[in-house]
T-cell receptor
């Protein structure tokens, strides 16, 4: 089992719909979680970080964290064609050996169709 | 604020040649990282430096060396390039091992 898992997609949604991206992680001690967006040919850029159970909203983006179930999700409301990208989930290592590193999922490709 | 800068942006090498990828950050971050990204493989950590003066191996360190020159700069060296090292290389920096900020990447082809 990979430490951070995401569906590879592609996830295809119509413009204006809600896109839901999911990520599960294996280390129950993890405390810090990140969503990055990566456009084709570009570097990853941070969308949101979340540290506490529940929802965190920033504009059209909402991150949801459930530590008991070990999953974190990203909702994109009113999806736009410009949201078409690969979304990477990252989890900060929990123990002394890896707490300076992020553990990355392989990413979910999102296509928003006009 | 330039953030994280990388040079060069593109490079083509022949098998056996050597080169150094340069990375610099102006955010006063303690930690710096080198990743490679290949289709279907995601981001894989090559080496990282948790703080000035320290370096540690990541997931795929073979064939690479690093130098943390000072707090700002972290270089990645390929001593004898191989076609398997054809990839996109990203440098990143962070404070307290948390949010990482990425440079624009170097696209390396080894023939």
């Amino acid at each position: 089992q990979k430490e951070v898992e995401q569906n590879s997609g592609p996830l295809s949604v119509p413009e204006g719909a809600i896109a839901s991206l999911n990520c599960t992680y294996s280390d129950r001690g993890s405390q810090s979680f990140f969503w990055y967006r990566q456009y084709s040919g570009k570097s990853p850029e941070l969308i949101m970080s979340i540290y506490s159970n529940g929802d965190k909203e920033d504009g059209r983006f909402t991150a949801q964290l459930n530590k008991a179930s070990q999953y974190v999700s990203l909702l994109i409301r009113d999806s736009q064609p410009s949201d078409s990208a690969t979304y990477l989930c990252a989890v900060k290592g929990a123990n002394a050996g890896n707490n300076r590193k992020l553990i990355w999922g392989l990413g979910t490709s999102l296509a928003v169709n006009p | 604020n330039a953030g994280v800068t990388q040079t060069p942006k593109f490079q083509v090498l022949k098998t056996g040649q050597s080169m150094t990828l340069q990375c610099a950050q102006d955010m006063n971050h303690n930690s710096m990282y080198w990743y490679r990204q290949d289709p279907g493989m995601g981001l894989r950590l090559i080496y990282y430096s948790a703080s000035e003066g320290t370096t540690d191996k990541g997931e795929v360190p073979n064939g690479y060396n690093v130098s943390r020159l000072n707090k700002r700069e972290f270089s990645l060296r390929l001593e004898s390039a191989a076609p398997s090292q054809t990839s996109v290389y990203f440098c990143a920096s962070s404070d307290l091992g948390s949010t990482q900020y990425f440079g624009p990447g170097t696209r390396l082809t080894v023939l």
